[in-house]
Structures are given as structure tokens and as C-alpha cells.
T-cell receptor
Framework: NAGVTQTPKFQVLKTGQSMTLQCAQDMNHNSMYWYRQDPGMGLRLIYYSASEGTTDKGEVPNGYNVSRLNKREFSLRLESAAPSQTSVYFC???????????FGSGTRLTVV | AQRVTQPEKLLSVFKGAPVELKCNYSYSGSPELFWYVQYSRQRLQLLLRHISRESIKGFTADLNKGETSFHLKKPFAQEEDSAMYYCALSPLGGNGGSQGNLIFGKGTKLSVKP
């Protein structure tokens, strides 16, 4: 049982480049989330998807887009990367309100 | 407003000393509360949740509704406990259903010295 799988683990982009971060879960969870983690800022929600076919903005959505491709997969796209998007990105999925989230191992992104 | 506050950014203790990581929340309803742990450069892992009233790796947490707190405690800290700890709140409705996303505190870095 792999849980939540994120790819890639590391990425360096030049300013203005685009990329997609992939996330897949094999636990049949309905809800999935994308967070960014920055020193001193904790975890900030970028986008989430309560169920297949729906997506909603979180606290810091600017500069990002998401796609809930199916129940398993939830991708995060940076259309034109900026240095301010240098961060560690975590994907998570949720079984239900009482169970908490299961997190992926993260993507460490550097934009130069 | 829904909020989770972890007042200490850094907590440093010696091995064998008791440790308490503070968490206060602001929510008008009855929340479900969690503690997550993140070891260096690893993913966040669920440490414990209030509803299960369990003790994981010697850690416990008690919900105090009067003080709106969910402090994490361990009587004797170990070096391997050094990590980042996040408190999180799941807002629940009157029927126990979810009323939104998990709300995280900014985290406390625990350093256990030998």
C-alpha cells in the first residue's frame, strides 16, 4: 500500500518555466489537498479537491492551477514559475474528518 | 475565526526531561484535533488524534475545552523526538460531519539535547 505518491522529489526551474507536480493516492480517498511549506510560515493550503470533478482555492492559490484527473490523481501546475514559489510542496488525501490527512513525501522546488 | 496557535517556534530540552508542546485553538464548535510530526526532510506523519485517546511513542494530548487547548506531552524526552510538531484542527458540524479543511498551526521545532 503506497499511500500518497508525489513526483518529482526535487526540481529546479528557471523563472518563467512551467511544470506540473503529480500526486496520486491509492486509498480511495475522496478529498485531496496541495500545501506549500515555508520556514516560519507553517503549512499553507494552495488548492483542494473535495471530490472527483471539484476543486477549490485555498489560502495561497495565485500562480497555481490544479486538475483532479480522477479519484486517484490531483496535479498542481505552475504556469510561469517565480522565485517566490521556491518551497516544499506536499500533497495529502483525507479519509474523513476524524482521520486526519495522509501526506506525500513532498517535492522540493527551487526557482532561480 | 478558526485558528490554531502554537506559541513556541522552538523548544529545547535535555534528554530525559519532560516536554510539553503547547497548542491553543479558536473555534466555536466541537473540533477534532490532531498532532502531526515531521522528522528532518520527511513527510508529515499523524502522531495522534484526540478521538482515539491513544498514546503514541510516549506522547499524549488532552483536550481542554475550557482553555481551548490540546497540549502535547511526554514525560521523558528522547533524542529521536527531535522534530517539527504541528497541531491541527478539523472543524466539525453539529452532526459530526466535516465543516472544512484541516487548519494547521505554524509548528514548533523540538530539539532534544543529549
Amino acid at each position: 500500500n503506497a499511500g500518497v505518491t508525489q513526483t518529482p522529489k526535487f526540481q529546479v526551474l528557471k523563472t518563467g518555466q512551467s511544470m506540473t507536480l503529480q500526486c496520486a493516492q491509492d486509498m480511495n480517498h475522496n478529498s485531496m489537498y496541495w500545501y506549500r511549506q515555508d520556514p516560519g510560515m507553517g503549512l499553507r493550503l494552495i488548492y483542494y479537491s473535495a471530490s472527483e470533478g471539484t476543486t477549490d482555492k485555498g489560502e495561497v492559490p495565485n500562480g497555481y492551477n490544479v486538475s483532479r484527473l480522477n479519484k486517484r490523481e490531483f496535479s498542481l501546475r505552475l504556469e510561469s514559475a517565480a522565485p517566490s514559489q521556491t518551497s516544499v510542496y506536499f500533497c495529502a488525501s483525507e479519509q474523513g474528518a476524524y482521520y486526519g490527512y495522509t501526506f506525500g513525501s513532498g517535492t522540493r522546488l527551487t526557482v532561480v | 475565526a478558526q485558528r490554531v496557535t502554537q506559541p513556541e517556534k522552538l523548544l529545547s530540552v535535555f534528554k530525559g526531561a519532560p516536554v510539553e508542546l503547547k497548542c491553543n485553538y479558536s473555534y466555536s464548535g466541537s473540533p477534532e484535533l490532531f498532532w502531526y510530526v515531521q522528522y528532518s526532510r520527511q513527510r508529515l506523519q499523524l502522531l495522534l488524534r484526540h478521538i482515539s485517546r491513544e498514546s503514541i511513542k510516549g506522547f499524549t494530548a488532552d483536550l481542554n475545552k475550557g482553555e481551548t487547548s490540546f497540549h502535547l506531552k511526554k514525560p521523558f524526552a528522547q533524542e529521536e523526538d527531535s522534530a517539527m510538531y504541528y497541531c491541527a484542527l478539523s472543524p466539525l458540524g453539529g452532526n459530526g460531519g466535516s465543516q472544512g479543511n484541516l487548519i494547521f498551526g505554524k509548528g514548533t521545532k523540538l530539539s532534544v539535547k543529549p
